[in-house]
């Protein structure tokens, strides 16, 4: 697959999660995926447990989504850098993201996420979105 291709499945990814479409999320992940995020000590390992998580992440920001500031890709990984916006424990946030992708035949095979998890102890935001 081609960077755009590669993109498009990304882009696919987002679109889904901000829709809480999560047959079409389930389906853009292999069923091997790996998912790292700060915030877990151990890697989140399958396509359901990874479904797990984002339902989990999801109940604890309602009504959060993802908006996509750059992204750009090589050779079957992919870079987002994304604005979120929710809300966290009643107050508004917003905060910038990093998500680097493994991406081959069409689905995700590994998601790393870079955030600064002190933007949840604050509940502010500690920078403007775009």
């Keep these: 697959m081609n960077t755009e291709g590669e993109s498009r499945t990304v882009r696919g990814l987002i679109n889904a999660l901000n829709d809480r479409d999560w047959d079409r ?38 009504d959060l989504h993802v908006e996509i500031a750059n992204m750009f890709g090589d050779r079957g990984w992919v870079c987002v850098e994304s604005d979120i916006t929710s809300t966290f424990r009643g107050a508004p946030l917003q905060y910038p993201e990093c998500v680097v992708l493994r991406v081959g035949d069409g689905q995700i095979a590994r998601e790393r996420h870079y955030v600064d998890l002190l933007v949840f102890q604050k509940g502010s935001s500690p920078t403007p979105i775009r």
């Design 25 to 62: 999320v389930r389906d853009r992940y292999r069923a091997d995926v790996i998912m790292e995020h700060p915030a877990y000590p151990e890697p989140v390992v399958g396509s359901r447990q990874v479904l797990e998580y984002l339902k989990k992440l999801i109940g604890d920001f309602p």
